[in-house]
């Protein structure tokens, strides 16, 4: 297939993916906030450090409260890496490879971005950004599920999994990064106090509560939670299992000599790691290593099967 298709498919994967979990994370957080006492150490700048997107914020307003925090990451066209701005960029590519997949696939994309388009002024309230989230979540399952029962298995799905599978272990890494704050040694005694409810709702922002207590068996505890979502080799949204799903799509595409070498290694490093023994420092310098490591591995599908710049 072409270079600019590849390359087109492999990001709509990815948009759509940032799309998704950014509703999840969006609507997760704002159950925790309304839910929890004030005394607990959690902000909505906290949401911005996840996203990466402080600098970005305080280019564009002054003060990180829940109104310009959610305006920011969800229906700001200045943020790149905002909700809407993901799912214009997926419309664009899908838009532009439309012989390469299902009629019902453009049409499923194309039916969240008028959604999303038409509701904008719903979202500067809580019951608005309810229904929005909600419904793009949905929206975005729908796709995938489509694309998996009726677009043949060759390298163009093979190019969408890869891009879904690099972006959906960068995206949770960024929201474990929220344990860095939770299990920091200066917590309060507050804090300490509602772990367990934060845990719960990290798990629900992956659609993992059920899956953990069904095979996990015992009482949520961060250990546990941080070593399910990271090392579990049968959970899709666990990091381990996205690194071995991109080896795997690598594998079976043309001119993949030695592009997995940096996989195996982060991997290897991963799955070494005593996740009951990690302080919240290391924590962050191990979610930030495993989030460079993508990188290379992007920059490597990049030079290898798509056009250069110009």
Request: net charge neutral; hydrophobic share 40%.
């Amino acid at each position: 297939m072409l270079s600019r298709s590849a390359e087109r498919l492999y990001w709509l994967a990815r948009f759509l993916e940032r799309t998704e979990n950014t509703a999840r994370l969006l609507s997760v957080y704002m159950n925790l906030m309304f839910d929890l006492p004030k005394d607990v150490e959690m902000s909505w700048r906290n949401l911005l450090t996840i996203f990466g997107a402080e600098k970005a914020f305080f280019q564009l307003y002054e003060v990180p409260n829940e109104q310009n925090t959610m305006r920011f990451l969800l229906t700001d066209t200045a943020n790149p890496g905002s909700l809407f701005s993901s799912l214009n960029s997926a419309r664009e590519d899908i838009r532009t490879s439309r012989e390469l997949m299902p009629d019902e696939a453009w049409q499923q994309v194309n039916e969240m971005y008028l959604f999303a388009k038409d509701n904008v002024g719903i979202a500067t309230n809580r019951r608005g950004r309810v229904l929005i989230l909600n419904e793009i979540m949905r929206g975005c399952q729908r796709f995938t599920g489509f694309l998996s029962g009726a677009m043949s298995h060759d390298d163009a799905l093979r190019f969408i999994r890869l891009g879904r599978s690099i972006e959906r272990a960068d995206m949770t890494t960024r929201i474990l990064d929220i344990a860095s704050i939770l299990l920091a040694e200066d917590r309060s005694d507050e804090t300490r106090q509602y772990e367990n409810t934060l845990w719960i709702n990290v798990l629900k922002s992956l659609s993992a509560l059920l899956m953990y207590r069904k095979h996990r068996r015992h009482r949520i505890s961060s250990a546990d939670v941080l070593d399910y979502l990271l090392k579990d080799p049968n959970f899709p949204r666990s990091v381990g299992y996205c690194i071995n799903e991109v080896e795997a799509y690598i594998k079976r595409l043309p001119r993949s000599e030695g592009l997995t070498d940096n996989l195996t290694t982060l991997s290897a490093s991963l799955m070494a790691t005593d996740i009951h023994r990690i302080t919240p420092v290391q924590l962050h310098e191990l979610l930030d290593d495993i989030q460079a490591k993508l990188g290379v591995t992007h920059n490597q599908i990049a030079s290898t099967w798509f056009l250069a710049a110009n």
